[in-house]
């Protein structure tokens, strides 16, 4: 049973990842198992290059990115598990979990983040309740969102990134995964707000 499975390898999934992952050495988050489906094929980041993005040397490639943050996370945070080359097809809710349905396993969690990006049709089962029209993009785009307040659709059920209603921007999307990311910790930390920050400790 994962306490919290992430399922989409983009932006916005890997930034909640990420933020997660550099939690798991704090005492609230002792013993927490979490996992992200890092499906990254038909990801927005595999065609789009970046001169636009504050931090991001211009001219990087979407696709470098999808390869570097992954690579970040095993690197900085191994013990958050990195399920690849599966792509998940159900979402069944029981009454305190989920069953994550993928083309090859199934998986049990408590908490799941949706991080699937925005394109129509929306395919995985059991979430059809959800899908609505996107809110921020032109209607002849043909975009979907799912229904949310901050981030969070039901109990435990939260979505990231342009799935969330957001614009489709690399810096919203990331953005937004941090803040579902963030509030997973809150949630573990009995409600406490909660950020993760590192410092340097040589500075002058
Ligand atoms: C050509 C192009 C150029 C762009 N240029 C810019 C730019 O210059 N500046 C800028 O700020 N933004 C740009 N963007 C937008 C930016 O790429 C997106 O805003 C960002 O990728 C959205 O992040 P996301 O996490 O919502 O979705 P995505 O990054 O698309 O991630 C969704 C992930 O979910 C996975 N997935 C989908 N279905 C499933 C499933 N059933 N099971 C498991 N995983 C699944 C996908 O493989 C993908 O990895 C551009 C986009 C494109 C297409």
Redesign the pocket.
């Known amino acids: 049973m994962f306490d919290t499975l992430i399922?989409?390898?983009?932006?916005?999934?890997m930034s909640c990842a990420l933020i997660i992952g550099s939690a798991l050495n704090k005492p609230f988050a002792e013993g927490k198992k979490v996992g992200l489906?890092?499906?990254?094929?038909?990801?927005?980041?595999?065609?789009?290059?970046?001169?636009?993005?504050l931090g991001l040397t211009p001219g990087t490639l979407?696709e470098d990115i999808?390869k570097i943050g992954k690579n970040q996370l095993t690197d900085l945070y191994p013990e958050l598990t990195q399920i690849k080359n599966?792509?998940?097809?159900e979402v069944k809710n029981y009454k305190s979990y989920f069953e994550v349905v993928?083309n090859k396993k199934n998986y049990t969690a408590k908490t799941i983040v949706i991080?699937?990006?925005?394109?129509s049709p929306f395919?995985?089962k059991g979430l059809e309740d959800y899908i609505i029209p996107h809110q921020m993009t032109k209607p002849e785009k043909d975009r979907v969102q799912l229904k949310n307040s901050l981030h969070l659709v039901k109990p435990n059920l939260y979505v990231?990134?342009?799935?969330a209603g957001?614009r489709?921007?690399?810096?919203?999307?990331c953005g937004?995964?941090a803040q579902v990311g963030t509030d997973i910790l809150t949630l573990w930390n009995n409600g406490e707000h909660t950020k993760v920050h590192d410092k340097r400790t040589n500075h002058i």
């Not at 399922?7 to 999934?13: E, F, M």
């Not at 990231?160 to 799935?163: N, Q």
């Not at 489709?168 to 999307?173: N, P, T």
Request: proline share 0%; net charge positive; aromatic share 8%.
């Open positions: 399922i989409g390898g983009g932006a916005s999934g489906i890092v499906h990254q094929k038909t990801s927005h980041l595999q065609n789009a290059l970046f001169n636009n993005v979407g999808l599966e792509k998940v097809c993928t991080a699937t990006g925005y394109t395919t995985i990231a990134g342009s799935l957001w489709s921007q690399f810096s919203i999307a937004s995964g």
